[in-house]
């Protein structure tokens, strides 16, 4: 049931406020913004999202803190610290994904490597098997 009149939010309002456009898990969510966030949000650097987040988090945090009875204040706030987070995660999962792979190729150069050392090594096992036989028949040859 949804929230009847009155200030107050009700966790229904909260969830469909936070709720994932055309029912999709892992959709956009429908978060009301101010066109400045949304933009800084949305055009920032992945390497700036960090430090984004944080002043989001920390004027969320500040404005509870004071108490701040602005319902619609703070949900902005808590909508733009969680949009912000979201893109935060995603490019970390990203940048996961590419680090991953790279080790992987890594490990693939490696096992080359060691596949190329020990032919080498049985190679030159080979061949100084080869010098010890020819040097023992010429010994015993040479007898």
Known sequence: ???IGGPLLTIGDLLSDLAVDGGEV???ASVPSSP?????VEEADPSELNRIFGEHYDNLMKSLRENDPS???LMLKLCTALKTADKLVICANADAEQLWEKVEMLEHIL???DR????IVEVLDCSRL???SQLSKLESSAK
């Open 26 to 28: 892992g959709g956009e």
């Open 111 to 113: 096992e080359r490597g």
């Open 1 to 3: 049931m949804r929230g």
């Open 116 to 119: 190329a050392v020990a032919a």
């Open 36 to 40: 400045s966030e949304a933009h800084q």
């Open 130 to 132: 080869s010098e010890d």
């Open 71 to 73: 319902w619609p204040s």
